[in-house]
């Protein structure tokens, strides 16, 4: 079956650390590019964080840039985002979704893990 | 960076068509895509490219997009199409590419 499934979230204290993993099936992990995509409650969806396929293009929001680093492992078809610093508004459900491209290369996200809760509160 | 602006509500009765926008800078020329996300679950492409369909969605759901506005159309709109819309471009001249809008509630009366 061709699915994500993200794991790692949890409850931690403002300060502290978090690395989420997103392990993939079905398909060559390999050959696409993945982003991180958080919800914060009642809110609407946010992008974190984009890595190419290669490795050779990675994108962070502002809001995450200096804190989060997105990484990857191809040979165990895993996509990963390791947060440090975190605060309370870095609380959200946080999903990872796998890229397709257009034409013009522009990218798309065909399909979605279910996504991990991160609460971030003291 | 690019700003993409959709209705934060657009309420419709069974049966009828249900038009969803999404407005940014000259969208017409980017490739629009378009999420469904129903509560407690992730989100589900449902256009992509401006008007295609990924396999498995209803010919209900179409896209259009031209100058400075986008639109989702879903015709014939059932109970289950209760969710929220989002949009979404791909701002390549950018280091924050990945846009989404802010989201719509569609409500079936």
């Known amino acids: 079956e061709v699915q994500l499934v993200e794991s790692g979230g949890g409850l931690v204290k403002p300060g502290g650390s978090l690395r989420l993993s997103c392990a993939a099936s079905?398909?060559?992990?390999?050959?696409?590019?993945m982003i991180w995509v958080r919800q914060a409650p009642g809110k609407g969806l946010e992008w974190v964080s984009s890595?190419?396929?290669?490795?050779?293009?990675?994108y962070y929001a502002d809001s995450v840039k200096g804190r989060f680093t997105i990484s990857r492992d191809n040979a165990k078809s895993s996509l990963y985002l390791q947060m440090n610093s975190l605060r309370p508004e870095d609380t959200a459900v946080y999903y990872c979704?796998?890229?397709?491209?257009?034409?013009?290369?522009?990218?798309?996200?065909?399909?979605w893990g279910r996504g991990t809760l991160v609460t971030v509160s003291s | 960076s690019y700003v993409l602006t959709q209705p934060p509500s657009v309420s419709v009765a069974p049966g009828q068509t249900a038009r969803i926008t999404c407005g940014g800078n000259?969208?017409?020329?980017?490739?629009v895509h378009w999420y469904q996300q129903k509560p407690g679950q992730a989100p589900v492409l449902v256009v992509y490219?401006?008007?295609d369909r990924p396999s498995g969605i209803p010919e209900r759901f179409s896209g259009s997009n031209s100058a400075n506005t986008a639109t989702l159309t879903i015709s014939r709109v059932e109970a289950g199409d209760e969710a929220d819309y989002y949009c979404?471009?791909?701002?390549?001249?950018?280091?924050?590419?990945?846009?989404f809008g802010g989201g719509t509630k569609l409500t079936v009366l």
């Open positions: 979404q471009v791909w701002a390549s001249s950018s280091d924050h590419p990945v846009v």
């Open positions: 490219d401006d008007s």
């Open positions: 000259n969208i017409g020329s980017k490739t």
């Open positions: 079905g398909f060559t992990f390999s050959s696409y590019s």
């Open positions: 890595i190419s396929s290669s490795v050779g293009y990675i």
């Open positions: 979704a796998r890229a397709r491209t257009t034409v013009t290369g522009h990218w798309y996200f065909d399909l």
